[in-house]
């Protein structure tokens, strides 16, 4: 909410300062404003349900960075950067609220930000005869400033993140940076090149190099869709247990967003708590293979034996994908006990094991007396069963939930 | 490295030849030894970086924007060097004549691009403010001779290598139009590099390229994580049919079937994906049937048959929420209905069908009947071709069973492995089957 305050008053007063002035070079602020505009309308989503406008960033990133077009050099303003890149947002963004789909101010608000630190650093720079007579140092504070701009961004989108979903600051801003990575690479070079090649090419080079962007695009917007489409898949089939009558339906779901909630607890980066989610929400995979349904699908209530054959199948099944074999080894080891004569099984495993228990004690119902009978159980089996941070994590989770329900 | 016929060495004996030839001629005063060394640096790293295609044998890199690059900076000679480069590649697996050929055919298709490069009136040179208009032209015939070239001879060593050995591979020797259309275009990347050498001297080959790179790098991911999506929906998919010993690998024969059948009648690519998805995933439904009732041995009760009857609507149930085409899902839940209306869950008839059900049920029906069952054997082709026949137009579209004798034909199908049945007791055989429509279900009229 801060950081969208704080974008408008900027925008704001860029604005407010700009229409004073009177915009210079009006046509290759047009130019690059309707760049933006474009790349505001064709939005992607990144794993992780992240918005990422890679070509209005490339665009807006190229006109803070522009040295000249052509033979003339580039004299407009940071605040008028600022100006063209907001304008270019909101009128990108109408689309959108046309179309009956959110603004997602939030993400427009710290790419915005970003922007405005590089043209800030570098407008009053660009003039300079220093820059102007050396590439090589142009260069370098570009590819420097670019990063910053990456930077500056995950930052804001880890803040984001970590409010939203109760992860820990630093495994967001971590996580943030490695996804951003890739496009982060290619925004920035684009916007470099954006920069440079307009000297020699004119407006021109603005368009030509929005190309690999819009592959780089295409490419992630199909990526990103398959792996719902996967999550989706999983999560489906998933019911597949309570459609044939061997657990309670809704179970697989349960456990898996209660291992999610425990995984962030603790800390868990995104890929493991992806992995986390599958092996959870297939965890029960392996009862298909029995010949009858165990009464009520409650393995915690069936003897360690047949928790661990019914274990090993399921991750039987997982390995045949041939893709999912850490998924397959948490869900083989979510019947060993924490502590045992063994090398101790992933922290996956053991939450797997600790929500399964917890979830077949439980149920859906809402009952508080009975999750903490449930939470009680679990602790007095710490000793051997159980692992203790993993139970303290649970107790958190669920206590918070009683909060929210109340 | 396969043994090679004698036209084969012949062939690649006179490409590298004719690329040694053309590199000692000369002339080398007009290449500059640094840009010489970057670009043939940069051929490299694209070189070694290829995506693989469909046949493992061959790839394709980037690497002609190295190459075109070089035209404009250096002309011909110098071009032809880089390409010659390509010998020293670190790709793995690479055979030493594969080497030397790769290498004399870079280095002959940038020579010959450099060549039109040059008689078109091109200056070679970094090119700055002023070239600009006027160097598009000639560049633009240098890229299209070399994209030529470099496509003709690779074409040619294929269609020699794999005549001579006579390998069933089905690599198809000839010219792929969306592949030189794509080198085509890396090659403009070339130009781009030339015209930013001058400003930003050797970081241009690297900053053209990373945005490049990461859309490779994007359409990669895709590619890996669809090949997930699909094996992880098959292996989901074989955990139901463990239960019923006789039903292994049906799912995916079904979902085969129905492709093979969706492609015979000319679906678009994206429907043909989600038909395969759903043949995959048209039985799962069964999981909600109990296992005493599928596998019965005497008549069926009315409660029974429905609970058969459900099992569409079971799959469909699971299945909803995948974020499939609204098709997929249709031919799912009805993917037991008749032409003649008297199919379930509905008793939609004709049209009302939906097209993928429609399809589904012929390769479902299909794949029944030449699998083993507990009550007979698998049936031969051609008798379960006859019995398609015999229910096209009662149970089957008839279009569709005409199609799918077409495409049998022309694909071919992989029968199940005969089964063995478990050494159970025997007390007494199943003779029906919900897909089978020789063996209807039997029920009993209750009143």
């Not at chain 1, 493991?272 to 009464?295: C, F, N, T, W």
């Not at chain 2, 012949?10 to 030849?17: G, H, L, M, P, S």
Request: hydrophobic fraction near 50%; charged fraction near 20%; proline fraction near 5%.
């Amino acid at each position: 909410m801060l950081l969208i305050a704080a974008a408008g008053m900027l925008a704001v007063a860029a604005i407010a300062q700009t229409a004073a002035a009177g915009l210079v070079q009006v046509g290759d602020a047009v130019a690059f404003g309707s760049l933006v505009a474009l790349g505001e309308l064709l939005r992607i989503t990144l794993p992780g349900n992240r918005e990422s406008a890679p070509i209005a960033a490339g665009g807006a990133l190229g006109y803070a960075l522009l040295l000249g077009i052509g033979n003339k050099p580039a004299v407009q303003s940071a605040l008028q950067v600022i100006v063209i890149t907001a304008g270019g947002m909101i009128v990108g963004a109408l689309p959108h609220l046309a179309a009956g789909r959110p603004a997602k101010l939030a993400g427009m608000a710290s790419r915005l930000i970003a922007v405005a630190c590089v043209a800030f650093v570098f407008r009053p720079l660009a003039p300079t005869p220093l820059i102007r007579q050396h590439w090589w140092l142009a260069l370098a504070v570009m590819a420097l400033l670019v990063v910053l701009a990456w930077f500056v961004d995950a930052v804001f989108g880890a803040l984001i993140r970590a409010e939203e979903l109760r992860a820990r600051f630093s495994v967001a801003l971590w996580d943030e940076l490695r996804v951003q990575l890739p496009l982060g690479t290619a925004v920035g070079a684009s916007a470099l090149l954006i920069a440079f090649s307009s000297e020699v090419m004119g407006l021109a080079a603005v368009w030509v190099f929005t190309g690999p962007l819009l592959v780089s695009q295409v490419a992630f917007r199909r990526y990103v869709g398959i792996r719902t489409t996967y999550l989706e898949t999983v999560r489906a089939l998933s019911r597949m247990t309570e459609v044939g009558g061997y657990v309670e339906a809704g179970h697989s779901r349960r456990v898996s967003r209660l291992a999610a909630a425990i995984g962030r607890e603790l800390g868990m980066s995104e890929t493991d708590l992806d992995e986390l989610e599958y092996a959870a929400l297939m965890h029960d995979i392996g009862q298909l293979a029995l010949r009858d349904p165990i009464p009520g699908g409650a393995t915690v209530l069936v003897s360690p034996a047949d928790q661990r054959r019914i274990a090993e199948l399921g991750a039987d099944v997982i390995r045949q994908a041939g893709v999912l074999d850490q998924v397959a080894d948490i869900v083989k080891r979510q019947s060993e006990p924490a502590r045992g004569p063994e090398p101790s099984p992933p922290v996956a495993s053991r939450i797997i094991k600790a929500a399964n228990a917890f979830d077949d004690l439980v149920g859906n119902s809402a009952d508080r007396d009975r999750a903490s009978a449930a939470l009680e159980r679990l602790r007095l089996d710490i000793a051997s069963e159980y692992d203790p941070g993993v139970v303290e994590a649970l107790s958190k989770v669920v206590g918070r939930r009683a909060l929210s329900r109340a | 490295m396969r043994r090679l016929s004698r036209t084969a060495w012949a062939y690649i004996a006179a490409v590298v030849i004719a690329a040694c030839v053309l590199l000692a001629r000369g002339p080398f005063a007009k290449v500059d030894l640094f840009e010489l060394g970057v670009l043939a640096l940069l051929f490299l790293v694209c070189d070694s970086t290829p995506t693989p295609l469909m046949t493992r044998s061959s790839a394709w890199s980037p690497s002609s924007s190295a190459t075109l690059a070089s035209v404009v900076l250096l002309g011909p000679v110098g071009a032809a060097i880089v390409g010659a480069v390509s010998a020293l590649s670190v790709r793995r697996g690479l055979h030493v004549t594969q080497r030397l050929f790769n290498g004399g055919m870079y280095a002959l298709s940038a020579y010959a691009a450099g060549w039109t490069f040059v008689s078109l009136h091109g200056h070679v040179g970094v090119p700055g403010r002023s070239s600009f208009p006027a160097v598009i032209g000639p560049f633009a015939g240098a890229a299209a001779v070399h994209v030529i070239v470099n496509h003709g001879l690779v074409a040619g060593v294929l269609r020699l290598t794999s005549s001579g050995t006579g390998a069933g591979r089905k690599a198809r020797p000839g010219l792929d139009l969306a592949l030189m259309l794509s080198d085509l275009g890396y090659a403009a990347f070339g130009l781009l590099i030339a015209a930013l050498w001058s400003v930003v001297g050797a970081f241009a080959a690297i900053l053209v390229l990373i945005p490049l790179f990461v859309a490779r790098w994007a359409i990669g991911q895709y590619a890996a994580q669809r090949q997930a999506y699909e094996a992880t929906m098959a292996a989901l998919c074989k955990a139901v049919e463990t239960k019923d010993f006789y039903t292994r690998g049906h799912s995916e024969r079904v979902s085969r079937g129905s492709s093979m059948l969706a492609r015979e009648i000319g679906m678009r690519a994206d429907r043909i994906e989600a038909i395969t998805y759903a043949g995959m995933l048209h039985d799962v439904g069964k999981l909600g049937v109990p296992t005493k009732v599928l596998q019965k041995t005497g008549s069926l009760s009315e409660e029974e048959y429905a609970a058969i009857q459900l099992h569409p609507m079971r799959g469909l149930e699971i299945v909803r929420e995948i974020g499939f085409l609204d098709e997929a899902l249709a031919g799912i839940m009805h993917h037991h209905e008749r032409i003649d209306g008297r199919g379930y869950p509905l008793g939609l008839a004709g049209d009302e069908i939906p097209e993928f059900a429609r399809v589904i049920a012929v390769a479902d029906a299909f794949d029944s009947m030449t699998s083993t069952r507990s009550y007979r054997g698998a049936r031969r082709i051609d008798e379960a071709v006859a019995e398609l026949r015999k229910w096209s137009g009662t149970q089957f579209d008839p279009a569709l069973v005409d199609a799918f004798v077409t495409a049998l034909q022309r694909d071919g199908w992989e029968r199940p492995a005969p089964v063995t049945p478990p050494s159970s007791p025997a007390d007494g055989v199943t003779a029906q089957d919900h897909d089978d429509p020789t063996a209807p279900l039997r029920i009993v009229e209750s009143r």
